[in-house]
T-cell receptor
Framework: IAGITQAPTSQILAAGRRMTLRCTQDMRHNAMYWYRQDLGLGLRLIHYSNTAGTTGKGEVPDGYSVSRANTDDFPLTLASAVPSQTSVYFC?????????????FGPGTRLTVL | GQNIDQPTEMTATEGAIVQINCTYQTSGFNGLFWYQQHAGEAPTFLSYNVLDGLEEKGRFSSFLSRSKGYSYLLLKELQMKDSASYLCAVRDGDYKLSFGAGTTVTVRA
């Protein structure tokens, strides 16, 4: 069982370029999330999706967009990358049900915008 | 907004006990999670508390006091592999997780 996969593992990107970070889960989880992790700030929610076909904005959505065409995939797009988007990006998923509803995280994508 | 505070760093000796405190002020409360994150890796789930009291899982225990907005993670019989960051996260009234900045625990031989 792969769980959650993310691609690429790392990327160096020129400012102004468009970039899509991929996330795929095979657990048939309803909910998926994108976070960024910066030193001293912890994980911050960018966008989320409670179920296929729906998305919502998190704490830091500006400059990012997402789509959820099916249950398994939840890509994150940076339309025009800026240096402040240099970060480690984690995708997560949960089944969206029950009290515990634990989130499980992918391995992350380390993005550097120059 | 959400406010979740935990110490930045802690150091302890192998075999000892360490307690990581977390205080929070959030809009609504629907549970508190602790995650472990080794350097360069993804966070992994450790524990969940939604009612007051202590939850024990092997060498790790987590405590919650909702009235005080307080939790702690207790790590017993520390091992070198326990060197990692420990993240406190609160699920708010909208069922979204807000994370603290994390506590880096270093275990010395």
């Amino acid at each position: 069982i792969a769980g959650i996969t993310q691609a690429p593992t790392s990327q160096i990107l020129a400012a102004g370029r468009r970039m899509t970070l991929r996330c795929t889960q095979d657990m048939r989880h309803n909910a998926m999330y994108w976070y960024r992790q910066d030193l001293g700030l912890g994980l911050r929610l960018i966008h989320y999706s409670n179920t296929a076909g729906t998305t919502g904005k998190g704490e830091v959505p500006d400059g990012y967009s997402v789509s959820r065409a099916n249950t398994d995939d939840f890509p994150l797009t940076l339309a025009s990358a800026v240096p402040s988007q240099t970060s480690v990006y984690f995708c997560a998923s949960s089944d969206g049900q029950g009290d515990t509803d634990t989130q499980y995280f992918g391995p992350g994508t380390r993005l550097t915008v120059l | 907004g959400q406010n979740i505070d935990q110490p930045t760093e802690m150091t302890a000796t192998e075999g000892a006990i360490v307690q990581i405190n977390c205080t929070y002020q959030t809009s609504g409360f629907n549970g508190l999670f602790w995650y472990q994150q080794h350097a360069g890796e993804a966070p992994t789930f450790l524990s969940y508390n939604v009612l007051d009291g202590l939850e024990e899982k092997g060498r790790f225990s987590s405590f919650l006091s909702r009235s005080k907005g307080y939790s702690y993670l207790l790590l017993k019989e520390l091992q070198m592999k326990d060197s990692a960051s420990y993240l406190c996260a609160v699920r708010d009234g909208d069922y979204k997780l807000s994370f603290g900045a994390g506590t880096t625990v270093t275990v010395r031989a």
